[in-house]
């Protein structure tokens, strides 16, 4: 990946500054991540040889409280790539009025290549080194893309250990054994569901039959599918790495849930016909939610979606010139700042809970995470209306202005 990502990122920001007459001394300074850090992650093989790992943790902004952010293991992990997540990670929190900053981190390398050993050692050894940026106070990594519960245990036993006592509130995203919290696991598609609601009753279009494909069927996807599927909706085509499955009568959420679990992918269900993952963006229904990687609605594809509402569960799926075709041709894109909070959210109540050592039932972190969604998507919904622009601009207006203020607030120190 290029620094387009980044770029990508600062374009939106520099946009929102124009379009709200941002004081050019604060845009100066939201530009800069407030910290990077890149560290080497040697660790031991299985085989004997020492392997040397590249890891990074970025810092984006403070001002409103410590930098929350996931970690990620990926063979396509870039600074650049960090920087833009940590940026977005910022307005996102903003945006849902949760006092965090954004921060992110990753190691570049493929998890699946290493046996459960050396992926332990990996991420003891990269918690570690970036032991000075990480703590409760401080910063709060999170799963992302190629990590999970056990890995978040792992740091957060690293991180108590050099403490001499139990730290749960340093990560987020834990198994409940060791302070994680319930409903976590499925906040991010609960909260893309939430925002879909949302969006086809705004819309007056009615939420049962309204037709939804589903790219990425993963840890967001594939609960973003059953729980649309509660709602009423028709999900009609969904994909993967391997490959994608079609229905225009609608796909079983329990059938294509077995089949996953046995083959390990949703290509070749035979519940529907096989299409690939570039023919599964262009078909015709109601909602599309990306829920993979960056960048996969693009100038390119972006005239031959036919979705009418674009549902962003991923990070950044849609490039700026996709998002002005999308304007052009009136198709309402949920930015992945909104759509995809409820994770972040449901962290938030984790360490929240962490913190004063009292935990909630599942059905309380869905009722506050539903509300902070419901009226986070209103606050954006009412901004883009009243300052006639997208729904991009408006949620990346209402993050910058809000961490702004902070900033304003404090001042620069010294």
């Not at 984006?60 to 990620?72: E, L």
């Not at 954004?102 to 991420?123: C, F, I």
């Amino acid at each position: 990946m290029s620094g387009s990502v980044w770029d990508q990122a600062l374009a939106q920001l520099d946009q929102a500054a124009g379009i709200m007459n941002l004081d050019p001394n604060v845009h100066e300074v939201l530009r800069s991540p407030k910290r990077t850090l890149i560290v080497s992650v040697p660790i031991r093989m299985d085989d004997g040889t020492v392997r040397s790992f590249t890891g990074y943790r970025v810092h984006h902004n403070t001002s409103r409280g410590p930098s929350k952010g996931g970690i990620r293991y990926h063979p396509s992990v870039t600074l650049e790539e960090m920087k833009a997540l940590a940026m977005w990670m910022t307005w996102k929190c903003a945006v849902v009025g949760i006092p965090y900053g954004g921060a992110k981190g990753g190691v570049v390398v493929n998890p699946k290549e290493l046996s459960a050993r050396e992926l332990e050692a990996l991420t003891r050894r990269y918690a570690s080194e970036i032991l000075p940026l990480i703590g409760p106070e401080r910063d709060i990594p999170a799963p992302d893309v190629g990590t999970d519960e056990q890995i978040m245990a792992w740091i957060m036993d690293t991180y108590s250990m050099n403490s001499g006592y139990s730290v749960p509130g340093v990560v987020t995203g834990k198994p409940i054994s060791v302070g994680g919290s319930a409903g976590r696991r499925t906040a991010t598609a609960r909260g893309v569901m939430y925002v879909t609601v949302a969006t086809l009753k705004q819309r007056a279009m009615p939420v049962d039959e309204a037709r939804v494909v589903v790219q990425g069927y993963g840890k967001v996807g594939a609960p973003a599918v059953e729980l649309l599927s509660e709602q009423g909706c028709v999900v009609v085509g969904v994909s993967d790495v391997g490959g994608g499955v079609y229905n225009p009568r609608g796909l079983s959420p329990v059938g294509l849930a077995a089949h996953q679990a046995e083959t390990k992918t949703v290509a070749g269900y035979e519940g529907g016909e096989p299409v690939t993952n570039e023919e599964l963006l262009e078909l015709e229904c109601d909602v599309l939610i990306p829920a993979a990687l960056e960048e996969v609605l693009t100038a390119d594809n972006a005239e031959r979606v036919r979705a009418r509402i674009v549902v962003e569960a991923a990070n950044g799926p849609t490039t700026p010139e996709a998002d002005e075709i999308f304007h052009e041709r009136k198709v309402h894109v949920v930015p992945d700042i909104l759509a995809n909070a409820g994770g972040v959210t449901a962290s938030y109540f984790e360490w929240v809970q962490d913190l004063q050592a009292y935990f909630w039932t599942e059905d309380e972190v869905n009722a506050r995470l539903r509300r902070v969604i419901e009226e986070s998507y209103i606050a954006v919904l009412e901004l883009a209306e009243d300052r006639k622009v997208t729904m991009r601009q408006a949620a990346t207006i209402l993050g910058v202005q809000r961490v702004a203020e902070a900033h304003s607030t404090r001042g620069l120190f010294p």
